[in-house]
Each structure stands twice: as structure tokens, then as C-alpha cells.
């Protein structure tokens, strides 16, 4: 995102407030005067001074300073202006061209590893800007041994290699070996092992583009050929959160989405491939664990968060607002909003309409409570908005019986037992009219636990168990199953590097067809390889 205040801006305030005097430079005796504070400035230079993540940590900086917004601006959004390893900025006493000098050099070099790890957040202002900074302080900084034609240099470089004032690129790809050990095909109980070893890929290449510094626009791109290992039974349990529909490889824009504030409001434009995860305050997964739809989290959709979250998505507006220690989340997603046919469209089609509240315990704990009311003509009920099963049994996603109108309620809550380890827990349930004739019931739960930064900083060790959406017994639809299917789920993140991570997993799966098609217990085993940028 872009700053509010400009980098220009915020440099003349803050140098103003510490009382920094653009004058011509000295005389000799003046020079001699400052050989303390140069000596300052050289372990100033050299990075010696700590550097201050938050302008609270600033002892004699305070909110009712005048250029407090300033200082923020350059301690927090640019982080390139330290303070003293006392804490302090040293307000009370006049800053010299030395130190501010030596500022400046600190905020180009931040600014110039931005636009090299792919930030877009400096403006042409700024950088018109930096070349006005470097011409008026040009003496100081041949004085603390830059080279100026080298400082004009990077400013040129920078200019020369932003990707974009405004778009931010990032991508994430996933490479993947999995197999399935057990009977998960619909053979009369044939107990064999019905799938071969897969090695399969997604890659996703997002762009954020900022307007106004406040709004995001998401446009993100997405191919791979990663199928989910149990289709033959249907619905989508064991469903992996890099999983797809499609195994072509075909480049798709699979998610184009509005942010913007409305007052106290954040709101939600989705034109494509939206989801009520997308503004809803939080999914209350384990931490760790709720990466909804990537791939540095749990492996399935199922551990990932409560299924209530997969019905429905597509086209439509999200409302959150923040209300101190409650988030008040409401929106409306379309199935098929772009199709002019009969029993389509924004309203006349497949929809999800969602209502949440959460509410924030104290540091430690969380917890929501939800309402979803949707309506589905064809295909699957916890799908996204897809058309494919993401999450439940094959009969938990209607048994394709016709046109379902269903009044979901779910409950999920998170604590934190300490830093590094996580608990998270949903219940969901799910009273679906068939508009034909009968009711089913649907039902889900599950548990989980993680523990940050195990063996080393950035990797995840998650555990889950959880059931899957199933249909109970007691609807008013026959069905054959009887069975309630349970999956344990394991997996390990180890973080290679800032870019690279590799998880391995188990998912353990029971009764994957709720006993129906007379499958067996299945094992998945998982090797995830992602790469981020």
C-alpha cells in the first residue's frame, strides 16, 4: 500500500520538529565542532544504532507531539529512521545535517530493497523527491563518504526497475507428490489400492493494485493440473487446499476482487471467484493451519477452517466492521452472476447469503458465530461456488436430488495456549430443504493444534481430526450410508528459507462414502513444495 504522507513530506516535517537547519554548511571551526557527532554518524551509518520497529518504542516521542504523524510515517511505514540504543530520538536537541544526512542515505537504501524484493509502495514523487533531498545535502553526504553521481545512480535504478507505481506482483508455486494407499473407488468392496503415485503443480501469480492508497484491487491468475485423490466416491473429503477442478495447466483468472473503506467499514467487491472467507474477520483456524485456499498451512480444506466458510462464493459484496472487540461480518455471493439464463443471474441463481459475529476474549481467544442461508440447483452445496465439492461427503452435497434451499449455523473458537501453540475448534450445522420433498441433516466438527516455530523459526507442526460434512440418518432423503467418516490429518512445515517451505503429511480417511459404496480406510500421503515471491 501506499503511505499517506509523501516521503518529501514527511522528511521536511519530522527534520522541522527536531529542529534540522538547511542552511549552507559552516565554516572550518564549525566542521571541527561536529567531529563528536561525526564519529556518531559513522556508527550511525554502519547500522550500530538499533533500529525501532514502532514509533511507541521512541521514549520521548509521544501522540500529542505535532509531527507525530510524520515520525510514524518514517519509524513504521519506510523503517529506514532509527532511533538511539537509549530508546530515544533525541527529539530535544537540534538535529544536524549530519544525522539527517545520514538518514537519508538509510531511507534510499530501504527504499532500494523494496523495489528489489518487489514492492511497489514509492511513488515518482518520492523518488523526485529523494533527488531534491540528495542536491540540498550533497556536501553532508560526501562528507560521510557517499558518493553522490552513486546515489544518483540508485535513484535512477529504482526508477528503471519498479514493476509498477501502483501493482504489486506476488506468486506462489506448489509442486506435489501424492498417492493414496487404500480402497477409494466404488468397486463392491474390492479392498486394493486403486490410484498411482501423482506429481502435480499450481501456480498462482496475484497483482494488488492500489488507487488511493486505502483500496486493493486483486487480480490473480491461477494454472495447475492437481486433482483431488478420491473422486470416484464423490464430495470432498480428503480435498487439499492447493487442489483444483482442472488438470490442464490452462491459465485462468480465478479471483478478481475489490477492498475499499467505507467510513468504519471495510467493503467486499468480488466480480469473480469470491469467497466468505475472503472478509470475513477471521476463519478461526489453528495458527498454521487456516492458509484457506494456499499452500503454507494444513493440507485439506477440512483443517484448514470450519466447512461453513466453502458454501457458496463467486460474485457479490462483503461488509466487516470492526466494533471494538466485536467484527460484524455480513455479504451475499452469486453463483452464477454473469449468466443471463433463466434461474440464473445475481439473484435468481445458486447464491450464499452469510452473517457473522466475532468476538475478540482478550490476547488468548476468539470466537465467532455464523449463519449461512444458500440455495443450489445442481452440484454440490460446500463447493465455493464451483460446481466440484470442496469439502463433505457426496451425500452431505445434496446426492444431486434437485433444487436445495439450506440453513447452515456454525460455531468457531480459537485459543492460544502460548505463543507457539494454537488450539482451534468449529461445529457446524446444516438443516437443508429439498424443494421436491424432504430434509436433510448435515453435520461437521473438528480440532485442532499447532505448534509455531518447532525446531526453527517459520516451520509448523499441525495436528487435526475432525468429521467431514456427513448426512445423518435422521433426514427425510433414503440413503444407503450409515457410516460417519472421521479424518486425522498430520503434517509438518519445515521453512527452508524466506521463500521456500516443504511439508510433508498423513491424511488418515474412514469411511470416506459414509460406508455407501463399500470403500475402504484410505491413507494419503502428502509431499508439498512451496515456493513464494
Sequence with gaps: MKTSLSLWKSLSIASAAVGVSVATAGTAQAQANNSELLNQINTYSQGDIAQVNSVFQLSDVSPSDWAFDALRNLVENYNCIVGYPDGTYRGSRPLSRYE?????????????????????????????????????????????????????????????????TTTKLSGEVVFAIQDSFGDTVSDGGVDEDDTATTFSDRVRLTLETSFTGKDTLITRLTAGNSASLTPEIGGGVGFQT???????????????????????ANVYLAAFGGLHSDYTSTTFGANGLEDFTGASGSLTQLAASSPIYTIGGGSGLGFNMPLGPVDISLGYLADEASSSAEGDGLFNGEYGALAQIAFNLGERAELGVT?????????????????????????????????????????????????????????????????????????????GVSFSDLGKEGNVLGLFAGVPPYLDGSGQVAFDGDETPIQVEGFYKYQLNDGISITPGLIWLSNPGEGAYGEEDALIGTLRTTFTF
Excluded at 492447493?242 to 468504519?264: C, E, K, M, Q, S
Excluded at 436430488?401 to 468449529?426: C, M
Design 100 to 164: 539527517f544526512a545520514a538518514g537519508l542515505n538509510a531511507c534510499l537504501q530501504q527504499i532500494e530493497r523494496m523495489i528489489q524484493s518487489g514492492g511497489s509502495e514509492v511513488t515518482p514523487e518520492d523518488l523526485a523527491a529523494l533527488r531534491r533531498l540528495i542536491n540540498e545535502f550533497e556536501a553532508e553526504l560526501a562528507t560521510l563518504g557517499a558518493r553522490v553521481d552513486d546515489l544518483e545512480g540508485r535513484v535512477e535504478f529504482l526508477e528503471d526497475h519498479q514493476f509498477s
Design 371 to 447: 449463519y449461512v442461508n444458500s440455495y443450489h440447483d445442481s452440484g454440490a452445496i460446500f463447493d465455493f461456488g464451483g460446481g466440484a465439492a470442496v469439502n463433505g461427503t457426496f451425500a452431505a452435497n445434496g446426492l444431486s436430488v434437485g433444487d436445495l434451499e439450506a440453513n447452515t449455523y456454525g460455531v468457531q473458537g480459537k485459543f492460544s495456549l502460548t505463543d507457539k501453540i494454537d488450539i482451534a475448534a468449529y461445529g457446524m450445522y446444516s438443516d437443508i430443504n429439498v424443494i421436491s420433498g424432504g430434509d436433510l441433516d448435515v453435520y461437521s466438527y473438528g480440532l
Design 242 to 264: 492447493f487442489n483444483l477442478d482442472t488438470d490442464g495447466n490452462d491459465v485462468v483468472i480465478d479471483w478478481l476482487a475489490y477492498y475499499f473503506p467505507l467510513r468504519r
